[in-house]
């Protein structure tokens, strides 16, 4: 019985996840008609062409991450869906606009922001409508429930320090293959000094922590679960959905900057969820039990 619930949970999503990416590109298209008629400037990147298939592409990517956060978190779809539209707004709008400001010279901030404003909304939405929770267990514990400040605090400020950490490991790791592209006026691209890349990453990071917290406190599965989601739904985010409609950008520098993104995320996710989330009693006391 397990097996077929898995197996139609599955199937399910084959229709759902392309159904909430058409709606996000139906919200895309309608968010371009009201910019435009605002008349607010767009970046105007170097090279960069807009390509239909290639924003769908964007847009199935950003939906698998959004439906499997969906699948894992409790509460009514009201709820769910405010906490999917904050994590889906901050880590994919937010996030990506400090990066184009401090990474990039074309970047249009307030347009930007206005603009994901609808599509964001309309795919947390119907992700939280479409796709209901795996599990019907508890959520997991947390480390801040029924625990006082001094037990957590140091446990919030590793979780805040740690992606900067991870963000200068992976970076320093991929930055001899991609340097040629930041040094080349071809690309709009930039290299900030060393205090303005670490104050918007410490931003950034804080900013994750925001919107993870509401997943990491709602979670009804298992910690695995989570961490892999979690990670998906960073990788999507963070970057790799937007590879595919970055025209403008060499092959090279887009599949570098992918992987670098997925193992940033998947480590950082781990952090997050190591950090922050404890196992259940039943986990732990699973070990007990094997050897009796």
């Not at 930039?190 to 804080?206: E, H, K, M, N, Q």
Request: aromatic content about 12%.
């Amino acid at each position: 019985m397990q097996h077929e619930h898995q197996q139609s949970s599955i199937n399910a999503l084959l229709w759902k996840i392309p159904a909430i990416a058409a709606l996000y590109f139906v919200g895309i298209m309608i968010a371009g008609a009201i910019v435009t008629a605002l008349g607010l400037p767009f970046p105007e990147v170097p090279g960069q062409t807009w390509v239909p298939i290639l924003g769908f592409l964007t847009a199935v990517t950003l939906s698998i991450g959004i439906a499997l956060l969906a699948g894992g978190l409790a509460g009514t779809p009201l709820k769910r869906g405010s906490i999917l539209l904050a994590f889906f707004y901050i880590a994919f709008v937010i996030n990506n606009q400090i990066e184009a400001t401090v990474y990039t010279t074309t970047a249009e901030v307030p347009t930007m922001l206005l603009f994901f404003v609808l599509p964001c909304l309309i795919a947390a939405a119907a992700a939280a409508f479409l796709i209901r929770p795996c599990g019907k267990g508890n959520v997991l514990p947390t480390v801040f429930a029924d625990c006082p400040i001094s037990a957590w605090w140091w446990r919030l400020l590793l979780a805040w320090i740690s992606f900067p950490f991870i963000y200068y490991f992976f970076g320093a790791l991929i930055y001899p293959l991609v340097a040629d592209a930041y040094s080349s006026p071809d690309f709009g691209l930039r290299v900030p000094g060393p205090l303005v890349v670490i104050g918007a990453v410490s931003l950034r990071s804080f900013l994750f922590l925001v919107a993870a917290i509401p997943i990491l406190a709602n979670w009804q599965g298992s910690r695995r679960g989570l961490v892999l989601s979690l990670a998906v739904a960073l990788s999507a985010m963070v970057g790799v959905a937007g590879m595919f409609e970055s025209t403008w950008m060499p092959k090279h520098l887009k599949i570098v900057h992918s992987l670098e993104i997925i193992a940033d995320s998947l480590v950082h996710a781990w952090v997050l969820v190591a950090l922050l989330v404890r196992k259940p009693k039943t986990e732990l006391a699973e070990p007990e039990s094997s050897n009796q």
